[in-house]
C-alpha cells in the first residue's frame, strides 16, 4: 500500500504551489488528449512557474478564459472532466485560497487523485465490457499517490523549493507519454 503524502509538511504558500502544480502535470498527460485547446498554455504554465515566470499575467489568463467557458462538470466519463480539473488544479494551485498552504495543498491533493481514481475505474469497466482479459487492473490513482508522496517529500525537504519542482516535473515528463498512450482510448472513447 502507498503512504499517504505528507502534506502537512508544504507549509509555505510556495510548497503547496509546486505540489499543485505537479499534480496538475502528470493529468494534463490525460488532459490533453483528444484536443485541449489550451493545452500549449497549460504546458507553459507548469514549466515557466517552475523557472520564475509570471505564469498569471503570461498564460493565466487563456487558462482562466478555458474554465469559464468549460467549467468542471459531474461527468467522470467525458474528456472535459479531465480537461477541466487539468486546468483548475493548474489555477488553483498559484492562487492559494485555503486557510494555510497545507490545507491548500491537501485540497489539491483529493482533487487529483479522485481523477485518477475515476481513471482508474473507467479502464476496469472498460476491461470488463470489452471482454478482454488483462494482466492488471490500472493503478493509476496508487501511482498518483505514490507521486505525491515523494513531492511533498522532497519539496518539505527543499532548500529550493523550485529547483526541487523542476527536477520533479523533468522526471515525470518521461511518463507523460507513457501515461497518454495506455489511457488514450479509454478518454477519447468516453
Given at each position: 500500500?502507498?503512504?499517504?503524502?505528507?502534506?502537512?509538511?508544504?507549509?509555505?504558500?510556495?510548497?503547496?504551489?509546486?505540489?499543485?502544480?505537479?499534480?496538475?502535470?502528470?493529468?494534463?498527460?490525460?488532459?490533453?488528449?483528444?484536443?485541449?485547446?489550451?493545452a500549449?498554455?497549460?504546458?507553459?504554465?507548469?514549466?515557466?512557474?517552475?523557472?520564475?515566470?509570471?505564469?498569471?499575467?503570461?498564460?493565466?489568463?487563456?487558462?482562466?478564459?478555458?474554465?469559464?467557458?468549460?467549467?468542471?462538470?459531474?461527468?467522470?466519463?467525458?474528456?472535459?472532466?479531465?480537461?477541466?480539473?487539468?486546468?483548475?488544479?493548474?489555477?488553483?494551485?498559484?492562487?492559494?485560497?485555503?486557510?494555510?498552504?497545507?490545507?491548500?495543498?491537501?485540497?489539491?491533493?483529493?482533487?487529483?487523485?479522485?481523477?485518477?481514481?475515476?481513471?482508474?475505474?473507467?479502464?476496469?469497466?472498460r476491461?470488463?465490457s470489452?471482454?478482454?482479459?488483462?494482466?492488471?487492473?490500472?493503478?493509476?490513482?496508487?501511482?498518483?499517490?505514490?507521486?505525491?508522496?515523494?513531492?511533498?517529500?522532497?519539496?518539505?525537504?527543499?532548500?529550493?523549493?523550485r529547483?526541487?519542482?523542476?527536477?520533479?516535473?523533468?522526471?515525470?515528463?518521461?511518463?507523460?507519454?507513457?501515461?497518454?498512450?495506455?489511457?488514450?482510448?479509454?478518454?477519447?472513447?468516453?
Amino acid at each position: 500500500m502507498t503512504r499517504v503524502p505528507e502534506w502537512r509538511a508544504l507549509d509555505t504558500g510556495e510548497k503547496a504551489a509546486a505540489f499543485g502544480l505537479l499534480c496538475a502535470a502528470r493529468l494534463s498527460a490525460v488532459a490533453s488528449l483528444g484536443g485541449l485547446s489550451c493545452a500549449t498554455e497549460l504546458g507553459a504554465f507548469v514549466r515557466g512557474w517552475g523557472d520564475g515566470v509570471d505564469v498569471q499575467d503570461r498564460y493565466g489568463r487563456v487558462l482562466a478564459a478555458y474554465s469559464r467557458r468549460f467549467p468542471v462538470r459531474d461527468d467522470v466519463g467525458s474528456p472535459d472532466y479531465y480537461r477541466s480539473l487539468a486546468v483548475d488544479i493548474a489555477l488553483m494551485a498559484v492562487h492559494g485560497g485555503e486557510k494555510s498552504p497545507a490545507d491548500h495543498a491537501r485540497r489539491l491533493m483529493f482533487m487529483a487523485s479522485g481523477a485518477w481514481a475515476e481513471l482508474d475505474a473507467l479502464a476496469a469497466r472498460r476491461t470488463a465490457s470489452a471482454r478482454t482479459t488483462h494482466d492488471e487492473v490500472p493503478a493509476a490513482r496508487e501511482r498518483e499517490v505514490s507521486c505525491q508522496a515523494s513531492d511533498a517529500s522532497a519539496l518539505a525537504a527543499a532548500s529550493d523549493v523550485r529547483d526541487a519542482y523542476r527536477q520533479a516535473l523533468a522526471r515525470y515528463r518521461a511518463e507523460y507519454a507513457q501515461r497518454a498512450r495506455y489511457f488514450q482510448a479509454l478518454v477519447i472513447q468516453c
